[in-house]
Nanobody, 129 residues
Framework: QVHLVESGGGSVQAGGSLTLSCVAS????????VSWFRQAPGKEREGVAN????????EYADSVKGRFTLSADNAANTLYLKMNNLKSEDTATYYC??????????????????????WGQGTQVTVSP
């Protein structure tokens, strides 16, 4: 089992920044990747960013490339999502999720995460114009 806890959400004005954190505990050695997803009201959940546990390579959805950056503190089992130049369309509930399957991870930034086994409770990000 893997337990994920997000924090760091809040309200900012457009152009502002926030950093989300995801602390993982449990059998994290079994994971292929840890990702961030988001879901806005009335919209489908979408992948935002992904980090592979082996090699630590990162991937981003086109909508956030150049604005969002992943980083990890391995000793603290914590993944960070630094979000710069936030836009109103970034408003959503952000979820940290982890996958034990390669297939799930391969669609991290293009899919909706249905194949991910572990999810955090979510943290709200609101960007005002």
């Amino acid at each position: 089992q893997v337990h994920l806890v997000e924090s760091g959400g809040g309200s900012v004005q457009a152009g502002g920044s926030l950093t989300l954190s995801c602390v993982a505990s449990g059998d994290t050695s079994s994971l292929y990747c840890v990702s961030w997803f988001r879901q806005a009201p009335g919209k489908e959940r979408e992948g935002v960013a992904n980090i592979w546990t082996a090699g630590r390579s990162t991937e981003y959805a086109d909508s956030v490339k150049g604005r969002f950056t992943l980083s990890a503190d391995n000793a603290a089992n914590t993944l960070y999502l630094k979000m710069n130049n936030l836009k109103s369309e970034d408003t959503a509930t952000y979820y940290c999720a982890a996958s034990r399957t390669l297939r799930g991870c391969r669609s991290a930034t293009t899919g909706n995460g249905d194949e991910y086994a572990y999810w955090g409770q979510g943290t709200q990000v609101t960007v005002s114009p």
